[in-house]
C-alpha cells in the first residue's frame, strides 16, 4: 500500500499540479496586479489595528483571531522538518523556491479568503461556514457540486492525516526523546486537552490559537535571530549559496549523490505547498467565520499568514540550516561542518540549533515541535468539520469530533507511514478542485478587488 501512494503521489505531486498550482498564483497575482506587493503594508495594518466598524460586523470571530487559526495550521512541523528535509534534498537553493511560491501564493490565498467570505452560508447554530466547497457550488454553479464534494472528501481525510494524526506522531517522538514520557501517556494528555479545546467550538479554538500562535512564533523567530547574530559572518555566504544552487547544481560528496536544480525546484515548491498551504484551500475554510466590513479586508489579513510562515518562519529556518552547516546531507564535506548524515527532518533542525545554542536550542526546537503540532491539531480539527458538515450535514459533526479525538490518539502509538502518504494524497486531492474554483472565479475575484480599492474613502485609509 505505502509503495502504491508514494506512485500516485509522484504523479500528483509531479510537474503538472506543480505547474497547475505556481500558474495560479502567476495569474492570480496579473489579474490583481501584484496586490500581495502593493498592498503589503495595509494588510498588516489591518491584521495589527481594531476597526470599530469590524467589530459590529457579521461573523464569529474578529479578524486578528481568525489569522491565527489560520496560523496555527500553517505553523506547524511543515516549517522545522520541511524546510528541512527541502534543503537536505534540494540543496540551498531549494529555499529560493520556496520564498518564490510563497510570494505567489500570496495572492492565491487572498483569493480563497475572498471567495471565502463572498459566499459564506449560515449554519442551523447561527455560525458560518465557508470554504471552497461553498464557492464551487454557489459561485460556479451546482452543475459543479460534485467538484465541491470532491474536495470536502480528501479535506476531511486530510484533516486526520497530515492535520492530526502525523502531528500527535510526531509531538509522541519528541516527548519520548526529549523528555522520556511514553507514547500512549502523551496520547491521553492530547486527547483530553484536543476535546477540552476542540468541543468548544469556533470561539475557544481561536481564542487559544490567539494566544499559543503569537507566542511560540515569538520565541522561535528570537531564537532563530540569535544564532544568525551569533554567526553574522556566515549570513551573506549563506544568501549566496541559496541564490546560487537556486540555478547551479549542488556537487556531489561522499554519500551524497548531489542535486540538480530540478529537484531543488521541485522540493521547494511542493514543501513551501506544504508549509504555508496557499492554493490547497485551508484559509478559506476558516476566513468566512471573521467579523468584516469587506471581504476584501479579511482577504487582505490572510494573505499576510502566507507571508509569515514562508517569508518569515520558513526563512528563519533555512538560514539556520545553513550557517551552522546542517544543510550538508554528505555529513560536512560539503560544508566543513561535520554531523551525523543519518539526520533527518525534526531532528536535524534540533541539532542546528543545538549548535547554534546549545542544549537549550535542542529544547527551544522540541518545545516548538509540541505547541506548533498542537496548534495544527486543533486548526486542522476546524477544516475537517466544515468539509464533514458540508457532506453530511450539521447534525453528524459530533461523529467526526469523535473520530478526529480517536485519530490523535492513534497518532501517537501508530506507524503513520501509510496514513501520511495517504494523507499527502489528499492533500493535492483537494487542492486539483480548489485551484479549478479559483481559475473559474477569477472575475469575481477580481472585480470584488478592484470595487473595494476605488471607494474614496478606503483608498484615504490605506
Request: aromatic share 12%; hydrophobic share 50%; glycine share 12%.
Amino acid at each position: 500500500m505505502l509503495e502504491i501512494l508514494n506512485r500516485i503521489n509522484a504523479v500528483l505531486w509531479g510537474p503538472p499540479s506543480l505547474v497547475l498550482l505556481a500558474g495560479t498564483g502567476l495569474f492570480l497575482t496579473f489579474q490583481l496586479r501584484g496586490l500581495q506587493f502593493s498592498k503589503l503594508r495595509y494588510a498588516f495594518r489591518l491584521v495589527f489595528t481594531r476597526d470599530k466598524e469590524d467589530a459590529g460586523a457579521e461573523g464569529d470571530v474578529s479578524n486578528f483571531k481568525a489569522l491565527m487559526t489560520s496560523l496555527a495550521g500553517m505553523i506547524g512541523n511543515g516549517n522545522i522538518a520541511g524546510v528541512a528535509t527541502a534543503i537536505t534534498l534540494g540543496g540551498p537553493g531549494a529555499l529560493f523556491w520556496m520564498w518564490l511560491v510563497g510570494l505567489v501564493g500570496m495572492a492565491t490565498k487572498y483569493a480563497e479568503a475572498l471567495l471565502a467570505q463572498i459566499y459564506r452560508v449560515k449554519n442551523a447554530d447561527g455560525e458560518y461556514s465557508s470554504g471552497p466547497m461553498y464557492y464551487i457550488e454557489r459561485g460556479i454553479g451546482p452543475k459543479f457540486k460534485w467538484l465541491a464534494l470532491l474536495f470536502a472528501f480528501f479535506a476531511a481525510f486530510a484533516a486526520l492525516g497530515i492535520g492530526n494524526g502525523v502531528q500527535s506522531n510526531t509531538i509522541a517522538d519528541v516527548m519520548e526523546n526529549s523528555f522520556f514520557v511514553p507514547g500512549w501517556v502523551t496520547g491521553v494528555i492530547l486527547v483530553t486537552l484536543t476535546g477540552l479545546i476542540v468541543f468548544g467550538g469556533i470561539r475557544r479554538i481561536s481564542s487559544v490559537a490567539g494566544v499559543f500562535v503569537p507566542v511560540m512564533a515569538v520565541l522561535y523567530i528570537s531564537s532563530s535571530i540569535l544564532i544568525l547574530l551569533l554567526n553574522y559572518d556566515q549570513i551573506i555566504p549563506a544568501f549566496e549559496l541559496i541564490f546560487k544552487h537556486a540555478f547551479t547544481p549542488v556537487s556531489a560528496a561522499g554519500g551524497f549523490s548531489g542535486v540538480v536544480v530540478a529537484q531543488a525546484m521541485q522540493h521547494g515548491v511542493s514543501k513551501g505547498v506544504f508549509s504555508n498551504e496557499a492554493g490547497l484551500g485551508t484559509v478559506a475554510l476558516i476566513a468566512g467565520n471573521a467579523r468584516t466590513t469587506h471581504p476584501v479586508k479579511q482577504a487582505l489579513v490572510a494573505m499576510t499568514g502566507t507571508f509569515i510562515v514562508t517569508i518569515v518562519v520558513c526563512t528563519m529556518t533555512g538560514l539556520v540550516l545553513i550557517v551552522t552547516g546542517f544543510w550538508d546531507a554528505s555529513g560536512g564535506l560539503l560544508s566543513g561542518v561535520e554531523h551525523d548524515p543519518g539526520l533527518e527532518a525534526g531532528a536535524l533542525t534540533s541539532a542546528a540549533f543545538g549548535a547554534g545554542l546549545g542544549i537549550v536550542g535542542e529544547y527551544i526546537v522540541s518545545i516548538s515541535v509540541i505547541f506548533f503540532g498542537f496548534s495544527t491539531i486543533i486548526a486542522w480539527y476546524v477544516y475537517g468539520t466544515k468539509c464533514f458538515e458540508y457532506l453530511f450535514g450539521l447534525k453528524y459533526v459530533a461523529v467526526y469530533g469523535v473520530i478526529y479525538i480517536t485519530a490523535t490518539f492513534l497518532g501517537t502509538v501508530m506507524d503513520l507511514s501509510t496514513v501520511w502518504a495517504f494523507a499527502d494524497t489528499a492533500n493535492a486531492l483537494m487542492m486539483i478542485p480548489n485551484l479549478i474554483g479559483l481559475l473559474f472565479l477569477y472575475k469575481v475575484i477580481r472585480t470584488e478587488t478592484q470595487k473595494f480599492f476605488a471607494n474614496p474613502v478606503e483608498r484615504t485609509n490605506m
